[in-house]
C-alpha cells in the first residue's frame, strides 16, 4: 500500500511539475525549482501556495491593455519618437552631454515611455512636506482628481484626505480613487460610503474576499499617482498613512516623492486612466481637453520618461531600466531602497560594475516592516561587499525612500522596490529623470543620510557575525523566489 501512495504521489508531482515547468520556461529557473521542491514535500500546500502565489500572469495577460481602442494614440506617438531618437533629432542639446537614446528607445518599446521635455519637478523626503503640497493642490483642483494608493489609512491623514475629496465631490468635481484590496485592507466601509455619498467614486484594485480567492492575490497595485485637473501630478513612495508622518514604532520615517507639472502630468494621467478601466470598466481615455488640458509654459526643461510594468506588460519594463542604467554608470551609483532581493541580472550588474571601479553605494533600513524579506536582504550584504559594494545602513528611523542615482546626470524615482516582487508581481510606476538638477539633489540627500543618519557596515565585522544568523538569512533567501 505504502509503495502504491508513493508511486501515485511521484506520479501527481512529476505531472503537476511538467506542467509548471512548461509554463514557466521563460522565467527564472531557481524560482521554478523552489516550486518543485516545494510540491515534492508538500504536495497539497504545496499546489494550494502554487495556484495563489505561484503563476506568472505576465504572458498570461491577466489584464489586456489592448483592448482599448485610444492607446493606438499613445503607439504612434511612440513610433515617431523612436523615429526621432535613431535620426539625432530629439533632445540633441541633452545628447550633446550624454547619449541617452538607447534607453530612451528601451523605455519607448518596451512600455510604450514617452520622453517629454517641458516639466517641472520638486522632490519630497518627508511625508509632512509630502502632505502639505498634496493637501494643497486637492484644494485647488477645479475639474477632477484622480488618485490611486497601495495603502489607504483610515487615521488621521487618511480621513484629512477624505474630507478634502469629500468636499470637492460635494462641488461636482469629479473624484476618483483607487486603493489596492490588500495594502488597504483595514479601510473602512465608512471611509468609501463617505466619498460615494458625495459623488465620488472609490474603488479597490482586485478584490480579495473569503471564500473567493483568487490567484490573482499576489499581484498587486503598488503605484501611487495623483493627478489634479491633468496639470499637477504626484508620485513616488508615499501612501497615506499617519506613519509617513510620525513615523510610528518606528520614530521617524524616511521616504521620497515628487510633485510633477507639464508634459509628463499626462503620462501618469493616462496611467490611471487604464487602472480606472481596469476596475470599473468606466472609459476615460479621451483626447478631451478636460483630462489632457494644454499645458501652459513650463520654464524648467526637466526631460522625463514615466515607465510602468506589472502583470499586464509585456516586458518587466522596470527591472530592464534598472538593469540598462546600472550597465550605463561610468563613475558612481546611488540606490536607496528598503527592500532588496534582486534578480540574478541585477545582482550580477551591481557586482560588475563594482569590480570595474564603479562607486556602487547601497543604503538599506537598519530594520524593516518585513521581517522575512529583510533577512532575505541582508543575505545579500557579504558578496555585495567582496565586490567593493559600499552598503549603509540607515539608523533614523525606517528608509523607505526608492530610488537611484548615476553619475549626477539621471535617476529613477517611483513605487518600485530593488525586488523580485517589484519586477515580477506588482503594478509599478517609476519615473526616469535625465536631468543635473533634479539628480544632484537626490545624490545630496543620499549623501546627508550616509553621513548623518546611517552606519557603513564593516565586512569583517559582518562576516564574523554567528552562524546561526548566515543560516536564518540564508534559510529566507531560499524563499524568495517564491515571495
Known amino acids: 500500500m505504502f509503495r502504491i501512495l508513493l508511486s501515485t504521489h511521484c506520479l501527481i508531482v512529476l505531472l503537476i511539475s511538467a506542467v509548471m515547468i512548461r509554463n514557466h520556461t521563460k522565467r527564472d529557473p531557481l524560482r521554478t525549482m523552489m516550486w518543485v521542491i516545494v510540491l515534492y514535500f508538500l504536495p497539497i500546500i504545496g499546489l494550494i501556495l502554487y495556484f495563489f502565489f505561484g503563476q506568472n500572469y505576465r504572458k498570461t495577460k491577466i489584464f489586456n491593455k489592448k483592448t482599448l481602442r485610444d492607446l493606438k494614440y499613445i503607439d504612434r506617438l511612440t513610433k515617431r519618437q523612436v523615429h526621432l531618437l535613431h535620426k539625432k533629432e530629439i533632445f540633441e542639446d541633452y545628447n550633446s552631454k550624454q547619449d541617452v537614446r538607447n534607453i530612451m528607445t528601451l523605455l519607448l518599446n518596451n512600455s510604450k515611455a514617452l520622453v517629454s521635455r517641458h516639466n517641472r519637478i520638486e522632490t519630497y523626503h518627508t511625508g509632512d512636506a509630502t502632505f502639505s503640497a498634496v493637501k494643497t493642490a486637492l484644494r485647488s483642483a477645479k475639474s477632477h482628481i484622480h488618485m490611486e494608493s497601495y495603502i489607504i489609512e483610515d487615521d488621521l491623514i487618511g480621513n484629512e484626505i477624505k474630507d478634502i475629496l469629500v468636499r470637492k ?10 486603493y489596492d484590496d490588500v495594502g488597504s485592507w ?16 472609490i ?21 501611487k499617482i495623483l493627478v489634479i485637473d491633468g496639470k499637477v501630478a504626484f508620485m513616488g513612495g508615499i501612501n497615506i498613512a499617519d506613519r509617513y508622518i510620525d513615523g510610528g514604532k518606528y520614530g521617524y520615517w524616511a521616504d521620497t516623492h515628487m510633485k510633477i507639472e507639464g508634459e509628463s502630468v499626462e503620462s501618469l494621467q493616462i496611467i490611471f486612466m487604464v487602472d480606472w478601466y481596469f476596475v470599473s470598466r468606466e472609459i476615460l481615455l479621451k483626447r478631451c481637453e478636460k483630462y489632457f488640458p494644454a499645458h501652459p509654459a513650463v520654464s524648467d526643461e526637466t526631460l522625463v520618461q514615466i ?21 550605463g554608470a561610468k563613475k558612481h551609483i546611488y540606490i536607496s531602497t528598503p527592500y532588496f532581493t534582486p534578480n540574478e541580472s541585477i545582482l550580477t550588474a551591481l557586482k560588475t560594475k563594482s569590480l570595474s571601479g ?8 537598519s530594520r524593516s516592516d518585513s521581517r522575512l524579506v529583510y533577512l532575505s536582504t541582508l543575505s545579500y550584504l557579504s558578496e555585495l561587499m567582496e565586490a567593493g559594494i559600499k552598503v549603509y545602513l540607515y539608523t533614523k528611523g525606517f528608509n523607505h525612500s526608492k530610488f537611484i542615482t548615476v553619475d549626477g ?16 508581481h506588482n503594478f509599478e510606476v517609476t519615473s526616469i529623470i535625465y536631468d543635473e538638477r533634479i539628480t544632484r539633489q537626490l545624490e545630496k540627500s543620499f549623501q546627508i543620510d550616509i553621513q548623518n543618519n546611517s552606519k557603513p557596515v564593516n565586512p569583517e565585522k559582518w562576516n564574523s557575525r554567528p552562524a546561526r544568523k548566515n543560516i536564518l538569512e540564508g534559510c529566507a533567501r531560499l524563499l524568495t523566489p517564491l515571495l
Request: proline letters at 4%; zero cysteines; charged letters at 20%.
Open 169 to 178: 465631490a460635494l462641488d461636482g468635481i469629479d473624484v476618483r480613487v483607487i
Open 186 to 201: 483595514h479601510l473602512s466601509s465608512r471611509y468609501t460610503r463617505d466619498i460615494v455619498r458625495a459623488g465620488g467614486k
Open 203 to 223: 474603488l479597490p484594485f482586485m478584490k480579495v474576499r473569503f471564500p473567493f480567492f483568487s490567484s490573482k492575490l499576489n499581484y498587486r497595485n503598488h503605484r
Open 307 to 327: 515607465v510602468t510594468s506589472g502583470p499586464d506588460s509585456d516586458w518587466a519594463s522596470i527591472m530592464q531600466a534598472y538593469f540598462f542604467i546600472i550597465n
Open 358 to 365: 564603479v562607486d556602487v553605494r547601497l543604503m538599506l533600513p
Open 409 to 424: 546626470h539621471l535617476s529613477a524615482v517611483g513605487s518600485a522596490n530593488i525586488d523580485m516582487r517589484s519586477f515580477e
